[in-house]
């Protein structure tokens, strides 16, 4: 028996395959905070300090080639570019040498950030809701399954702006890696199929505005293009 919405249901945010017409459902999207040296030294943070985990909406993912509206009470937007993590299964307290059997596949997502709200909610110890979960923050190219690109290890992560290089990082700089992160998240809360993680940015976070073109790119992942349009009205 179907259920008797007294609203209609909001649509499923879903993710594109490489190479396919199908999707991935979207649950809940992971991101991990201060995963590789260079960017918690550029932040000024105390690198000793462990990495740590917040939340998007599942509905902030936007498609490969949109336009990204430039978002509201900010005039420091920020781009982090980031390997995406999809989940086919998940649990409870998942072993790390049993993590990777929950990956679907990989991808190459964007942390967009409104930095001047983040610090300010940072530096009144509030959450950073406003700065990170904002509509449209989370862009993620198509997705491709473990049996095309195995579980990247290393490999070139790149963001150009406008044709430059901007952010250029390597996977084997992740402080965490892909399966330690499976596992640390498993003991915070039950990860389920459709879960989405984004795994961490390397250094050259930057300042992005409307007209910008961000490229990205996960070396033998995929790649993600958008365009940073004006603000909504």
């Known amino acids: 028996m179907s259920a008797d919405y007294v609203i ?3 649509p499923q ?3 594109a395959v490489a190479g396919s ?3 991935f459902p979207v649950r809940r999207i992971w991101c991990v905070g201060r995963n590789y040296i260079e960017h918690i030294r550029e932040m000024g943070q105390d690198e000793r300090l462990p990495p740590f985990c917040f939340a998007k ?3 902030a993912v936007v498609a490969d080639g949109s336009t990204v509206p430039y978002p509201s009470l900010t005039k420091d937007m920020h781009h982090e570019v980031e ?3 999809a989940l086919k299964s998940g649990g409870r307290n998942i072993p790390v040498a049993k993590a990777n059997d929950c990956i679907w596949g990989y991808g190459v997502g964007i942390d967009l950030t409104r930095r001047d709200l983040q610090i300010a909610s940072r530096d009144l110890k509030r959450p950073w809701e406003i700065g990170k979960a904002f509509d449209h923050s989370a862009p993620c190219g198509p997705l491709k399954p473990v049996s095309e690109v195995g579980h990247p290890t290393k490999g070139k992560i790149t963001l150009k702006c406008n044709g430059k290089i901007r952010q250029d990082g390597d996977l084997n700089q992740l402080i965490w890696n892909v399966p330690e992160i499976i596992s640390n998240l498993s003991e915070m809360v039950e ?3 459709g879960d989405i993680i984004m795994t961490g940015t390397p250094s050259g976070v930057a300042a992005t505005v409307a007209g910008d073109k961000l490229e990205c790119e996960v070396e033998g992942v995929g790649k993600l293009t958008v365009t940073i349009g004006s603000p909504l009205k």
């Open 191 to 193: 990860l389920v199929a």
């Open 13 to 15: 945010p879903t993710i």
């Open 83 to 85: 390997l995406v993590v």
């Open 21 to 23: 017409s199908k999707v």
């Open 8 to 10: 209609s249901p909001p």
């Open 57 to 59: 909406p599942a509905d």
